[in-house]
DNA sequence: GGTTGTCCTGGTCGATTGTCCAAGTCAAGT
DNA sequence: ACTTGACTTGGACAATCGACCAGGACAACC
């Protein structure tokens, strides 16, 4: 096999993790499975980490940003009236949910496995402190292609979002349904549409007074 | 130790796999551990289950089964108006699921190990029918005592109501925040309250002409 | 060309796991 | 009292796991 460095070969093994736990469970990630997957042989991935558990938190850490940036990559925006946006933000998010299926479950795995065992013990709130942190981003975006505001407070707003897409992409994940999951999100859409005011009035008010 | 039927015994370590694997996680449920925690020699285990995995699927059988008793056991009903009945279910379930930190927890890591392992197949997919199907017995409750019907198809109700305790829930699980979560309920409680049509008039109507 | 340090090899070790078994114990029925 | 069958015991087994190590291979630099 070709030399790498240190850090590249980090990262390579930090794919193949990924790969494994993604395909076959969090379980199946031991390190001869991801040595494997690298094609690398097996004291390599103790001369990278010093752990397995710091393996581990390697991958939860780069399924986290890659989950984020799914969530926030795309969001193609051209209408205008809040009802619309929604559904599109909506569209896109659970699309990306839905063709992600191995790498989706595996982040409920990761999330139970931290909240048992203490060497993962930051991953799980790491993982939705991004998931919240990105929900205000969304809701940022669509206040301002909306021009709306929200009537009820943006932190509240977020757990709300992150929780329902959470136990609907579950449900999927246990009966496929993926039409049910679109529904019940899409129904979630229209929900926050009513919470959303119109804040253009006020909003060309202050503009104008400026 | 003394000795017992097999059918008994076979409950006692139902029992104490559901006591352990409540406080420690799924993993640390081995059929040694368990055989200790019941006070039982080793080979107690094998003479009474013919895996450890058919072990697993009678506790999750148990759990589940406990979980639903949960949901539906209590529900003290006196208002009759939708957003106080509402109001008072979300409590009565939210108390519930917060006492119960190690079991609702042990419940998502058998979903997620359901999903992984081909011999629990089936408890997923247990788990989530019961659920719908006790959601959609809290949407009768709620008709019946503050005499409203729904503008959304129950089974589509029920399912959001899964979804969005599920996600609470988790994040609960995660960040520890009661007030959030319970808050966060209630908030779609409200949201509930405006799919519920007052369905006095035609109900008294019907009943008048019947 | 020799030296140094980085990177890789593949085998070994002890611990833990599920499974199995030969033998022991005890209560019930004859 | 004795036999039968149900229940229990505790050790042994192979498999698998994370961890470790002595040494080989290679590139870069003096």
Redesign the interface.
């Known amino acids: 096999m070709n030399r790498l460095p240190v850090a590249e070969r980090r990262e390579q093994l930090i794919e193949a993790a990924l790969a494994v736990a993604s395909r ?2 969090i ?2 990630a031991t390190v001869r499975a991801v040595a494997a997957e690298a094609g690398v042989s097996l004291g390599v991935v103790h001369y990278c980490f010093q752990d397995k558990d710091e393996l581990l938190r390697a991958m939860a850490h780069a399924i986290t940003s890659a989950n984020l940036e799914r969530s926030l990559g795309e969001l193609p925006l051209e209408a205008t009236d809040p009802e619309s946006v929604i559904e599109s933000v909506i569209d896109a998010l659970w699309t990306g949910i839905r063709e992600s299926r191995g790498p989706q ?1 595996l982040s ?2 990761l ?2 496995s931290s ?3 203490a060497e993962l013990n930051q991953v ?2 790491e ?2 402190r991004g998931q919240w942190a990105a929900a205000e981003q969304v809701l940022d975006l669509v206040e301002r292609s909306a021009h709306v505001s929200w009537s ?1 407070p943006r932190g ?1 707003l977020a ?2 979002i ?7 992409s ?2 999927w ?3 496929g349904d993926s039409e ?1 999951a679109r ?2 999100l899409q ?2 859409g229209r ?1 926050l549409a ?1 919470v959303a005011i119109p804040a253009s009035l006020e909003a060309d008010a202050a503009a104008t007074l400026a």
């Open positions: 076959d469970g379980d199946a479950l409920y795995e999330t139970t909240l048992r065992h799980a709130i993982q939705y009820v509240t757990r709300t992150v929780a329902v897409v959470d136990g609907f579950l449900a994940l246990v009966d049910a529904n019940g129904g979630f929900f009513t």
